[in-house]
């Protein structure tokens, strides 16, 4: 069975540093799907980035990367100049054969 | 531009009730999914409506129904509640390009319900 993993329940960066969040996850696909929600404390889930298994390529979004390694089946979020609107949950998730499964979140506080 | 929207915000049943909480996607989403939100947990999904069907489902029981209407909103019912069934519900629409693919989620701000 698919299983997402986060191994940090909280996590705390100094503003304009930079942070990173780790995934892994578990799956015998070979195609799926990768993502990164934020949940701020006013509740809507949104998307931060996305990266398709089939491509090597590491997806990037402003501010936001992914260290994506198929093979350890890991997938880190990196947040470079950390702002205080980035103060949120962060919540990995998987889509593949039928299913979407979401980790259990990091929740990232930024220090002034 | 109007995001999913979901009713009601807040809920308050007890033990036993049936509830039904609804959903309307986004402009120009047709599929809509349901997910529960146990406090300090991510989000577990429910099931996936597309063309007023089921599409997929999680495992949750058969007491967690829904429906989805031609103009695409969907409503969520949860019969004989139990305590656990405490959580925020989230809604999500999205593009109907795969029942569960690469297109992203836009999420409403969710149904708090709480069982006493």
């Known amino acids: 069975a698919q299983t997402v993993t986060q191994s940090q329940p909280e996590m705390s960066v100094q503003e304009a540093e930079t942070v990173t969040l780790s995934c892994t996850y578990d799956?015998?696909?070979?195609?799926?799907?990768l993502f990164w929600y934020k949940q701020p404390p006013s509740r809507q889930m949104i998307l931060v980035i996305r990266?398709?298994?089939?491509?090597?390529q590491n997806a990037t979004e402003n501010r936001f990367s992914v260290n994506f390694q198929k093979a350890a089946k890991s997938f880190s979020l990196k947040i470079s100049d950390s702002q205080l609107g980035d103060a949120a949950m962060y919540f990995c998730?998987?889509?593949?054969?039928?299913?979407?499964?979401f980790g259990k979140g990091t929740r990232l506080h930024i220090l002034p | 531009d109007a995001g999913v929207t979901q009713s009601p915000t807040h809920l308050i049943k007890t033990r036993g009730q049936q509830v039904t909480l609804r959903c309307s996607p986004k402009?120009?989403?047709?599929?809509v999914s349901w997910y529960q939100q146990a406090l300090g947990q991510g989000p577990q999904f429910i099931f996936q409506?597309?063309?007023?069907?089921?599409?997929q489902r999680g495992n949750f029981p058969d007491r967690f129904s829904g429906h989805q209407f031609p103009n695409y909103s969907s409503e969520l019912n949860v019969n004989a509640l139990l305590l656990g069934d405490s959580a925020l519900y989230l809604c999500?629409?999205?593009?109907?390009?795969?029942?569960?693919?690469?297109?992203?989620?836009?999420f409403g701000d969710g149904t708090r319900l709480s069982i006493l």
């Open positions: 990266q398709e298994a089939y491509k090597q």
């Open positions: 799956t015998s696909e070979s195609d799926y799907y």
């Open positions: 999500a629409s999205s593009l109907s390009t795969g029942v569960l693919s690469n297109q992203p989620q836009h």
């Open positions: 409506y597309y063309e007023e069907e089921e599409r």
């Open positions: 402009s120009g989403h047709d599929t």
């Open positions: 998730a998987y889509t593949g054969d039928d299913k979407i499964i």
